[in-house]
């Protein structure tokens, strides 16, 4: 059974994505796509983070960045794995979740 707070969060991120569906959608189709060129190369598991989608499906400047949260999601089939440093400058090198599909 779920937290108090995970619930809170689970609920937040669901009115999040129903406001921006069209760009959370297309991110999240962008990192599916890239899990799966990366398993084909052998990565093991494949694994992408929010730094992924800034380089390749960044969201539109009307969008507040905290959007990531809702395009990885467990109950879409991500799986969270660990944490890397970000490598972009506006994120000053904070931690940011690794994460792949099944």
């Keep these: ?18 406001k921006r569906h069209a760009w959370i959608s297309d991110a999240r189709k962008y990192v599916i796509q890239l899990i799966k060129i990366r398993r084909s190369y052998g990565d093991k598991p494949p694994i992408v983070t929010s730094d992924d989608v800034w380089n390749g499906c960044p969201p539109p400047d009307d969008i507040n960045p905290k959007v990531m949260g809702a395009v990885f999601r467990v109950k879409y089939g991500f799986r969270p794995l660990g944490y890397v440093q970000s490598k972009r400058k506006k994120a000053h090198h904070r931690p940011i979740r690794e994460w792949t599909f099944e």
């Design 1 to 18: 059974m779920a937290s108090e707070g995970e619930r809170l969060k689970e609920e937040a991120l669901d009115l999040l994505e129903e």
